[in-house]
Every structure is written in structure tokens, then in C-alpha cells.
């Protein structure tokens, strides 16, 4: 298989594949992926569902409201915590990856966009190649 990365949790009870590229990568700075990250930014890496393999454990799900008032199903490991996925109401066949959990070489993405700009911190600067939006896009991205 081609392109295929490996990633998981910090305490190793959870492991991940992906095959192929990603359909996005986005940053975001709405008070959740704050929250959630406890940084800055969330890194997601969107793949089609089926191009995600879980290879090892069990992941427990929370599902809360975002910024735009959709529902966000988050995965994380039960043991020690980490966020590793999340779906999004309007964009269900796909499921982000977060960008942290990848196995070395790790950031091997290039990061299209940013979300949510209006609460990212007045000292983080992007570079003019990523696409900001200061709220969550109202449809989904064109396949």
C-alpha cells in the first residue's frame, strides 16, 4: 500500500493506519480544539473513513456541540487520555486525525486552512499560503 502512516496514543493501548493522502488538513482555533489540545491550535487530518484502520485497542467517544452550534464526535484513548479522532456533523464519511498523533516522521502534511481565526491568539502569525476563515465554513469542502 501506498502512503500509509502509523500513529497512535501516548501510553501505546491505541495504534491507527491511514492509507493514501489526506482530503484536508486544518487548523483550528475555536475554544474547543483549544480546550481540547490545551494549545493554541487543533492540527486535524481529514481522511475518508475507510482509509482509517485501528490496529490495536479500544477508543472511547464524547460527543459535545462546537462554535457552530454542530455536533462534534471526539475518540480518545480511556487510558491515558489522548485525543486521537473526531467527525464532524457536516462531514460525516470523513474523520480527522489529530496531527500530533502520527508516528515519526510526524507533521508530514501540509496544513491548507484555518478555522475559527477570530479566537486564534493576536501573536500567532500563518503564512499567506493557508486559507483563513475567522468561523466555521458554512458547507462542506467540494470533493
Known amino acids: 500500500m501506498k502512503n500509509l502512516h502509523t500513529g497512535g496514543c501516548v501510553c501505546g493501548q491505541i495504534r491507527f493506519r491511514t492509507e493514501g493522502e489526506p482530503r484536508r488538513v486544518s487548523l ?30 479500544k ?5 459535545l456541540k462546537s462554535d457552530a452550534n454542530r455536533w462534534i464526535e471526539q475518540e480518545f484513548c480511556p487510558d491515558c487520555g489522548t485525543p486521537l479522532t473526531w467527525t464532524l456533523e457536516y462531514w460525516q464519511d470523513y474523520r480527522g486525525i489529530a496531527g500530533g498523533t502520527f508516528d515519526a516522521p510526524t507533521f508530514w502534511y501540509q ?33
Open 111 to 143: 496544513p491548507e486552512r484555518l478555522v475559527f481565526a477570530r479566537s486564534k491568539p493576536a501573536w500567532l502569525t500563518l503564512p499567506t499560503t493557508i486559507e483563513v476563515c475567522q468561523a466555521m465554513p458554512q458547507k462542506p469542502p467540494q470533493e
Open 28 to 57: 483550528c482555533a475555536c475554544r474547543w480544539c483549544q480546550k481540547l489540545t490545551g494549545s493554541a491550535l487543533g492540527i486535524s487530518v481529514y481522511f475518508d473513513r475507510e482509509k482509517i484502520a485501528f490496529t490495536k485497542g
Open 59 to 63: 477508543r472511547k467517544s464524547f460527543r
